[in-house]
Each structure stands twice: as structure tokens, then as C-alpha cells.
């Protein structure tokens, strides 16, 4: 199989295992779950999918000389994503934490047609749950790892944050020391840190945004409550549970359910409202520190350069804390 990528380019892909992975119907699943979840449904953002993102991060540990096992854990690292992915962190309280796929992800995969598949190739799938210990796929923040690397670099053109020969740039940059994903040289490394910056406040934790997934998520909840929709269905996919939930307004007439889907809208608007909040609601924060590797040795970027570290703090700073939203259609 030769997949070509807009990040990585064109590369051919011939080990066995890998290319009955992709053909999953766990990993097709993901071409129905998008990023950004209902923002990219309804069109605020680009429709980039959780499918599209795996390839990457399979794509990226694979261009830094990481071993097959690597590239299978990076390939299924978000296989448990919800429909409407972190929305569904919203709906359960963890907007801070957004972890509920990594919580159910050994639940989720224990239902699907990938502990088989790798079980033909001789692999115990269970070996691919826990995604620290493959630090190429996976560090802990602020750090730089092919997760946050690649759907930065999807997103940040989308976002008009950047030109493709930025991506290139960037990509070209990369290097593994110790183990680790960096960058070779402090140019490059302030740019990913501002420019990751700015993505995170123009989309992943964007008013506007952060707005949608409140209300999506209190539909969610209100289906729920009704019981028209159970939590199964949140591995469905982005269309399916949608089309569930309107349907359920529908039919049920229920009015708080109908108002609910009526104001996840690109007419609906959000303003700060300290007196009188529709809500108050928090996110989580991203900013990446990234590693920059001089004469064989990782130095984080806010070490390089004071400027970067105290602009970096000013902007976690900034947005902490719950976010007074008054919802005006």
C-alpha cells in the first residue's frame, strides 16, 4: 500500500501486519471520527480524522527510525476515540483531563477485531495499551512526541497558521536524541512552540469552540437522561450518534433536547459574561516545551530562550480557570 500523506509524503507500506491493521474495522471506524470533533461536523473546522492522524503518528514514528512495534502502537493509539472525540469528555466532567479514551481503551479493544488481527502476526495486543512505553509516540507534557507532533501539523495549516513549507521545514528538523523526539536547531523550536501556542487558542482551546462542545455535550447528556441514546453508542461514529440524537428530538418533542441541538450552530455566538453566564466552563491547556538537541545533549527550548518561557506562562496563565460563557443565538 503507498499512502500519500500532505506531511510525510508518499511512502509504501509492506509489512503484513501493519496493512491488516489499516483494513481493521476498528481503524475504519475512525474515518467517522473527526478531530475536532463537532466543530469539524458543522464546519468551523477542518473535517481532519482520527483515522488520518493515526496514519500520521504511524507515519512520523516510522520516519524517525522507530522499531514495527512502535509504529503499531502509534497506528492504534487512538483507536477507543469517541464519536466527537473530547466532546465526550465534556459530557462525562473531565474537561481538563480529556482522558476517558485512554481509560477505556483496553475495554474498548477487547471488543474488537484487532486483538485477532495481531494475534495472527504473533503479537499480544495488550502490549500496545499502554502508550508510555513507547516514547516516541508518547511523552509527557510539555515534551514532544508523534502525537502532539502530527495533529499540530495537521491543524496548524488548516488554521492558516502556517504554509506547507513550514510543515516541511519543521519536519525536516526533527531528530531523535536520547530517545526522544527534538528539534535540531532553536529556530525551528520557537517556531513549533508559538506556533503551537496559537493553534491551541485559535481551536483546541478556542471560545468559540470550547462553547460548542458545552452544549453538544449537555445534549449528549440530556439523551442520556432520556435515555433515546446509551453510553455504547459513543463508539459510533460523529454522523451516527448526530443523526441519533435528532432523530430523538424529533420524535421524543422533547423541548430542552430540541433547543439544545438547535444552538450547536455556526450561528450561535459566545461572549464573556461574568454577571450573568449561561456557563462557566474550563478546558485543557496546550503548550509544548520542545527538546532542542545541541552537542548530544536535550536542552528544553524555555532554557534556550527567557522569551519564549515567559511568553509560554503568560499564555497557560491567561486561560486557566472556568471561562464565563453567555450563549446568544
Same mark, same amino acid.
Given at each position: ?73 502509534? %497506528? +492504534?493509539?487512538?483507536? &477507543? ?6 466532546? /465526550? @469528555? !465534556?459530557? =462525562?466532567? $473531565?474537561?481538563? *483531563? ?37 516514547? %516516541? +509516540?508518547?511523552?509527557? &507534557? ?6 502532539? /507532533? @502530527? !495533529?499540530? =501539523?495537521? $491543524?496548524?495549516? *488548516? ?171
Amino acid at each position: 500500500m503507498q499512502i500519500n500523506d500532505p506531511i510525510y509524503g508518499a511512502i509504501e507500506i509492506q509489512e503484513p501486519v501493519l496493512l491488516d491493521l489499516l483494513h481493521s474495522g476498528a481503524m475504519q471506524r475512525l474515518h467517522g471520527v473527526l478531530q475536532h470533533g463537532i466543530t469539524g461536523l458543522i464546519g468551523l473546522t477542518q473535517p481532519i480524522t482520527r483515522f488520518e492522524h493515526s496514519v500520521g503518528a504511524m507515519l512520523l514514528v516510522r520516519q524517525l527510525g522507530g522499531s514495527l512495534r512502535e509504529q503499531i502502537a502509534a %497506528l +492504534l493509539h487512538d483507536i &477507543s476515540h469517541t464519536a466527537f472525540s473530547h466532546v /465526550i @469528555d !465534556y459530557v =462525562l466532567d $473531565d474537561h481538563d *483531563g480529556q482522558s476517558y479514551h485512554d481509560e477505556m481503551k483496553e475495554t474498548f479493544v477487547a471488543t474488537t477485531d484487532l486483538p485477532g488481527i495481531l494475534a495472527r502476526h504473533a503479537y499480544d495486543w495488550t502490549d500496545f495499551m499502554d502508550e508510555s512505553t513507547f516514547p %516516541l +509516540l508518547e511523552q509527557p &507534557s510539555p515534551r514532544l512526541c508523534a502525537d502532539r /507532533i @502530527d !495533529y499540530f =501539523l495537521r $491543524d496548524c495549516v *488548516g488554521l492558516g497558521l502556517a504554509a506547507q513549507e513550514d510543515v516541511d521545514r519543521a519536519v525536516a528538523d526533527l531528530v531523535v536524541g536520547d530517545g526522544r523526539i527534538a528539534l535540531k536547531t532553536v529556530d525551528v523550536a520557537r517556531w513549533f512552540g508559538n506556533t503551537f501556542m496559537q493553534a491551541d487558542d485559535a481551536s483546541w482551546a478556542n471560545f468559540r469552540e470550547v462553547g460548542l462542545y458545552e452544549l453538544t455535550a449537555r445534549a449528549i447528556r440530556r439523551g442520556l437522561v432520556l435515555g433515546v441514546i446509551v453510553q455504547d453508542d459513543f463508539w459510533l461514529t460523529d454522523e451516527a450518534l448526530w443523526h441519533k440524537l435528532q432523530t430523538a428530538a424529533d420524535t421524543t418533542a422533547d423541548a430542552e433536547l430540541r433547543s439544545l441541538l438547535a444552538l450547536v450552530s455556526l450561528d450561535t455566538q459566545f461572549v464573556w459574561d461574568e454577571a450573568n453566564p449561561t456557563f462557566c466552563v474550563s478546558t485543557k491547556l496546550r503548550a509544548v516545551d520542545p527538546d532542542v538537541w545541541q552537542d548530544g545533549v536535550l536542552r528544553p527550548l524555555s532554557v534556550l530562550d527567557p522569551v519564549f518561557a515567559a511568553r509560554r506562562e503568560a499564555y497557560l496563565s491567561g486561560k486557566q480557570g472556568a471561562w464565563p460563557m453567555r450563549v446568544i443565538q
